[in-house]
């Protein structure tokens, strides 16, 4: 009998809509090799919901998204809907609300290097080599979800009585959120290296202290077969371009692991090969690591390699079919071995008729699969 799953697709803006439909096309021919039916239905978020409906994040989406079996997202954002006036709808907040809204805590964002992309890197082949990481990076807590405020300060407190505005962010943790996310880490490391690094900044932030604590504790109570390491955030910024293929998984709070998932992106030389899973108790929701590229929308000419691993990792997390996964990894890799390449991806060797657009790359990974 055919399995059928519901999927939330989210398209949201710039090159979203062109990289979806790759990732659709790619589900389906996994589909109908697994005999699954993968059922789509596109739903609101971000610009392209404030623009039909007023806010980045509409109930309905939220909504279908909880009632779906995954969620897949494109990419939100542009600079139609850049603005720093604190009560304007901004695209990212669809995003940040999903997370939540879905109770999405944990953020895996993996870094593999595909060996026929090595140049891509600008770090020498022998850093790169073997490079094979994961950051787990904490989704719903702090400094992007603790209370913030700008408001006009008629007494200047403080400052000896000069006015004006003022604004603050809070990072705050509680001890649940901090153990649920080094579970995550430790149980992702027992299927890899064995290693946990977990970053913080300790020797300033209280919450980096609990952190570290809470880390240990449950590391050493319940996975002792996993080594800890604790690495300060800057030092580790440095660190995964300095030594970068001895990080096994590394753990951190929300903001420390957007930055840092940014710096290891850039390992690999291409962002548009990145993809990423957010998994909580419910729905999960798997997304690439790039942005919406406003330059290149409409154009048809965007990598849809990202959303399409993002569609493996869907296969892995949410529907345990590692068969129909690697079969997606492997044709990905094959591809790239025989020279196909999108724009983004090409070099000054790239022969121009194994240069391909969005849609020329879906074909390709459906045709190599
Ligand atoms: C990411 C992005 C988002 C984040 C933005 C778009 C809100 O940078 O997924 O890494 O900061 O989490
Ligand atoms: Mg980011």
Not at 66 to 79: I, N, R
Request: some cysteine; charged content about 25%.
């Amino acid at each position: 009998m055919t399995t059928k799953y519901n999927i939330c697709l989210l398209p949201g803006d710039g090159i979203g809509p062109e990289i979806i439909a790759e990732g659709v096309k790619v589900l389906n021919a996994v589909g109908a090799k697994y005999d699954t039916e993968f059922a789509c239905e596109e739903s609101l978020i971000g610009g392209a919901a404030i623009d039909a409906a007023g806010e980045p994040l509409p109930q309905a989406t939220l909504d279908a998204a909880k009632a779906a079996d995954a969620v897949l997202l494109a990419a939100v954002g542009g600079p139609k809907w850049d603005t720093t006036d604190p009560n304007a709808p901004r695209p990212e907040q669809g995003l940040l609300g999903i997370r939540k809204g879905l109770g999405l805590y944990t953020n895996l964002r993996p870094v593999q290097i595909f060996d026929a992309l090595a140049g891509a890197s600008t770090l020498k082949p022998e850093v790169i080599a073997g490079v094979d990481l994961m950051i787990v990076r904490e989704l719903t807590g702090g400094l992007y979800f603790g209370k913030r405020e700008r408001f006009y300060d008629e007494e200047g407190a403080g400052t000896n009585g000069a006015k004006g505005q003022r604004a603050y962010d809070t990072l705050e943790y509680r001890e649940y959120e901090i153990e649920r996310i080094a579970r995550q880490a430790f149980e992702a490391a027992r299927k890899r290296r064995k290693k946990v690094t977990s970053v913080d900044k300790a020797n300033v932030l209280e919450t980096s202290r609990m952190w570290r604590e809470i880390v240990h504790r449950i590391g050493e109570t319940e996975y002792p077969d996993v080594e800890i390491e604790d690495l300060l955030v800057d030092n580790t910024a440095m660190q995964l371009i300095n030594r970068p293929a001895d990080f096994d998984v590394v753990v951190t709070e929300n903001m420390f692991g957007d930055i840092l998932s940014d710096e290891a992106a850039q390992i690999t030389g291409s962002l548009g090969m990145l993809a990423s899973a957010s998994l909580g108790d419910g729905t999960a929701l798997y997304e690439p690591s790039h942005g919406s590229a406003p330059d290149i929308a409409g154009k048809g000419i965007a990598n849809p390699l990202a959303q399409i691993l993002s569609v493996e990792m869907m296969l892995r997390y949410s529907f345990d079919m590692n068969d129909a996964a690697d079969d997606i990894r492997r044709a990905v890799t094959n591809l790239l071995n025989d020279g196909w390449r999108t724009g983004d991806l090409k070099d000054a060797t790239t022969p121009a008729d194994k240069v391909v657009n969005c849609a020329g790359m879906g074909d390709l990974v459906v045709k190599y699969l």
